[in-house]
Antibody
Framework: QLVQSGGGVVHPGRSLGLSCAGS????????IHWVRQAPGKGLEWVAV????????YYADSVKGRFTISRDISRNTLYLQMNNLMGEDTGVYYC???????????WGQGTVVTVSS | FVLTQPPSVSVAPGQTATITCGAT??????VHWYQQKPGQAPGLVIY???DRPSGIPERFSGSSSGNTASLTISRVEGGDEADYYC???????????FGGGTQLTVL
């Protein structure tokens, strides 16, 4: 089970952090994705951390602004979002990937609203 | 790499719904499908073109060839009403892509 926290309302240009916690989340078995969904829109892949934590990849829309990290001792992954823009508004989900390129378990989602 | 889905599909209960996902040579990629009901997180219904996760009814099936992948739902029930998304992995960039989503309406 993935439990997400963080999110909220933030002004454009500011930063926000999201968390995704789960038993065994950082035990090198899974890649972890972040996926978002703007209000009334479809799913957009945001980023992935490899199972060994050494390789992160980002969608072009967030590259250079968002950073994935993890705390193995807390079984928690983080998404640090900097220089937020209105188009970053939406529900953010974390999801596990057992290595096949698909997302088999999802967090409950957390809402991020970027507004002045 | 753009995945194209029809915005909506409607079907009567008990009939078969087919949702397509189009892209050049999508048959050369593994395609995965997700179901999302209002207010809920997405859930995996088909992976690697044809495989069903544990707990997904046999009524859900997938196929992929050439430029089109398909999700087929047989004997459609009211509870199947949801948005459905296809997804692929581009190993060259390690990026994942989602289709635009298809809203399935059960008449």
């Amino acid at each position: 089970q993935l439990v997400q926290s963080g999110g909220g309302v933030v002004h454009p240009g500011r930063s926000l952090g999201l968390s995704c916690a789960g038993s065994g989340l950082t035990d090198y078995s899974y890649q972890i994705h972040w996926v978002r969904q703007a209000p009334g829109k479809g799913l957009e892949w945001v980023a992935v951390m490899s199972s060994d934590g050494r390789n992160n990849y980002y969608a072009d829309s967030v590259k250079g602004r968002f950073t994935i990290s993890r705390d193995i001792s807390r079984n928690t992954l983080y998404l640090q979002m900097n220089n937020l823009m209105g188009e970053d508004t939406g529900v953010y989900y974390c999801a596990t990937d057992p290595g096949g390129g698909f997302m088999d378990f999802w967090g409950q989602g957390t809402v991020v609203t970027v507004s002045s | 790499f753009v995945l194209t889905q029809p915005p909506s599909v409607s079907v009567a209960p008990g009939q078969t719904a087919t949702i397509t996902c189009g892209a050049t040579n999508i048959g050369g990629h593994s395609v995965h499908w997700y179901q999302q009901k209002p207010g809920q997180a997405p859930g995996l219904v088909i992976y690697n073109d044809v495989d069903r996760p544990s707990g997904i009814p046999e009524r859900f099936s997938g196929s992929s060839s050439g430029n089109t992948a398909s999700l087929t739902i047989s004997r459609v029930e009211g509870g199947d009403e949801a948005d459905y998304y296809c997804q692929v992995w581009d190993p060259g960039s390690d990026h994942r892509m989602f289709g635009g989503g298809t809203q399935l309406t059960v008449l």
